[in-house]
């Protein structure tokens, strides 16, 4: 992932500033966002999907602890210390990204696209012909499956009918 965000190239999510103005672009190009909650949860989703054995070494969820207190300053200090180098996230947000998880491998379709031949996060670059500008794009997963080979994206919908899923997603 540090390769391919060392790239000096425009990816969708630069794109959509010119939407608004190139002043947008160009000051997110100087003064990155920091990632949202929404943001941090579909990475930890995006891992606990593509990479389950990463997820579960990388990531923790965070005990219920009230770190205002003496008593939960020091239960959370003793959870970091058990826990060293791993993305802590939300007890919450922890099951749900794991119920996500267990959803997609329980499908027998999607468990042979996850679990065939490919590669996970393939970076890819290109130099549009008309323009010149130079993009570039993180693909979930290129991968073998039925004697195919298949271009995943992962995508969450709380409504996976036809007609509610394409308007969900990107």
Request: aromatic share 8%; proline share 4%; charged share 30%.
């Amino acid at each position: 992932r540090a390769e391919y965000e060392s790239i000096r190239a425009a990816n969708i999510s630069m794109l959509e500033h010119f939407e608004r103005s190139s002043a947008h672009a160009h000051e997110e190009i100087l003064h990155p966002s920091a990632p949202t909650k929404a943001m941090e949860r579909g990475t930890a989703t995006h891992c606990a999907i593509l990479e389950p054995m990463r997820f579960a070494r990388d990531y923790a969820a965070a005990p219920k602890a009230d770190r205002r207190t003496k008593e939960g300053k020091l239960r959370w200090a003793k959870f970091e210390a058990e826990h060293p180098g791993v993305t802590i996230i939300n007890a919450d947000d922890f099951i749900a990204v794991s119920r996500m998880r267990d959803a997609a491998w329980a499908d027998p379709d999607a468990r042979g696209l996850l679990s065939g031949i490919g590669h996970n996060e393939v970076g890819i670059v290109l130099e549009h012909g008309e323009t010149g500008l130079v993009c570039k794009s993180l693909i979930d997963r290129i991968g073998t499956f039925s004697g195919w080979t298949w271009v995943i994206d992962v995508k969450k919908t709380v409504d996976a009918s036809r007609y509610s899923f394409s308007k969900s997603i990107k």
